[in-house]
């Protein structure tokens, strides 16, 4: 895959501003029942089962990075916890794991790749590479990826962008139904991420990853691992009542037609329709303009085995185009320093920017290891066992 830059999981790059602060997706995993693992472990253990399951080696490698990133990042909700998700899409026929990734169509700046129903980290990386080189050339790069999985987290793609000097923006759309619409009694739209990178000169880039819910599905996950109490306004049961607690609200995402998350602000007099139609706009460059399946029809039409047909869209500017060469980074760092600057409201809780709970995350657990939940590793072992390959987290 030309270009591809694959995150160092040894490099901590600039120092990380201190906080105290939880990104969107992160979880701090010190709570009882968690052991340490070092990221080589996680790495290790995730590349151990993608081959075994007969991901090609060096798409597993790519996916394996990715995935021990994230997880190195914080966000826990979509590393190694997602093995096994993918085992019962594997298991299901919906997942084809040895699928190589094709481009459909090549343009001066654009292109469209088709994932032939693999895992998305490697179809994601090639076409962030694939953005990042038109954009290198071009000014602009704009690639969308169709017939796609479950990609991972949206940031570690706009990071890519961000370490070869480039502005980066992800979009997806998702395959479960989950976020349920303003107004609306039953959920029509998944998470459907956005993640959006700026770099900077002296500090760390800006990195922007959100869903368009109130919080990933897989968050709720995460914190039914830890046995963690949701916070009012994440998850509504299908007569639009609160739901707090994590194992219900499970049942009601996955497994219940009514109910799932709110669009991000919670409420109509939340704003609940911006998060809504946010979803929207993912949806659209994430999945309708590479041909992929709107989940809600795709639904009510697939035969057993159908993949999930997933779509991406990647994007990369090179701010060089726009203005004088390293003047884009210098007020980037303006920006950001300006944002620190702002008395806080609370000492204990300074001024972030996206981007900064996860660098300072990133840090701590390249010290102390990545948490692993006993509830994460009773789940981790005996899929090891079922794939033949030993189990080399701690126990």
């Known amino acids: ?218 968050k709720v996950k995460v914190y039914d691992y830890h046995g963690k109490t949701l916070p009012a306004g994440w998850a509504v049961d299908g007569a639009g009542g609160v739901i707090t607690e994590a194992a219900e609200a499970m049942r009601y995402i996955f497994k219940h037609a009514e109910g799932g998350l709110t669009p991000l602000g919670g409420t109509a007099a939340m704003s609940s329709h911006k998060g809504y139609g946010l979803a929207l706009m993912a949806q659209v460059l994430g999945g309708t303009l590479g041909g992929s399946a709107l989940a809600a029809r795709h639904a009510t039409r697939r035969g057993p085995g159908d993949p999930d047909d997933i779509g991406h869209f990647f994007l990369a500017l090179d701010p060089a185009a726009f203005r004088e060469a390293g003047s884009f980074g210098q007020d980037m760092d303006e920006l950001i320093d300006t944002m620190h600057a702002v008395p806080p409201a609370d000492p204990a809780q300074p001024v972030l920017v996206p981007g900064d709970p996860e660098m300072a995350e990133r840090a701590r657990r390249l010290r102390e290891g990545v948490p692993i939940a006993q509830a994460l590793a009773s789940v981790l072992e005996p899929l090891c066992d079922r794939c033949g390959v030993p189990y080399v987290l701690p126990r």
Not at 13 to 38: L, W
Not at 72 to 83: F, K, R, Y
Not at 116 to 137: E, F, R
Not at 168 to 196: D, E, Q, W
């Open 1 to 218: 895959m030309r270009g591809i830059r694959m995150p160092c999981i040894a490099d901590t790059r600039k120092e990380p501003r201190a906080t105290t602060r939880t990104g969107d997706e992160t979880v701090a995993g010190d709570s009882a029942g968690t052991v340490q693992a070092q990221i080589g472990q996680v790495r290790e253990q995730i590349l151990l089962v993608l081959r075994a399951w007969g991901m090609p080696e060096d798409l597993a490698d790519s996916a394996a990075g990715l995935m021990a990133e994230t997880d190195l990042l914080g966000v826990d909700s979509h590393g190694i916890s997602m093995l096994p998700s993918y085992e019962n899409k594997l298991r299901a026929g919906t997942l084809r794991i040895d699928a190589r990734p094709r481009v459909a169509r090549d343009g001066t700046a654009s292109a469209l790749l088709d994932g032939g129903a693999g895992l998305g980290h490697p179809v994601s990386a090639q076409g962030m590479a694939l953005a990042i080189d038109k954009a290198l050339a071009h000014g602009v790069g704009a690639v969308a990826v169709r017939n796609s999985h479950h990609f991972g987290a949206a940031g570690v793609y706009a990071r890519l962008a961000v370490q070869r000097g480039l502005v980066g923006l992800v979009t997806s759309s998702a395959t479960t139904l989950i976020m349920v619409p303003t107004h609306g009694a039953m959920p029509v739209l998944g998470t459907n991420p956005i993640a959006f990178g700026a770099p900077a000169h002296r500090n760390d880039a800006l990195v922007l990853d959100m869903a368009t819910t109130t919080v990933a599905a897989n």
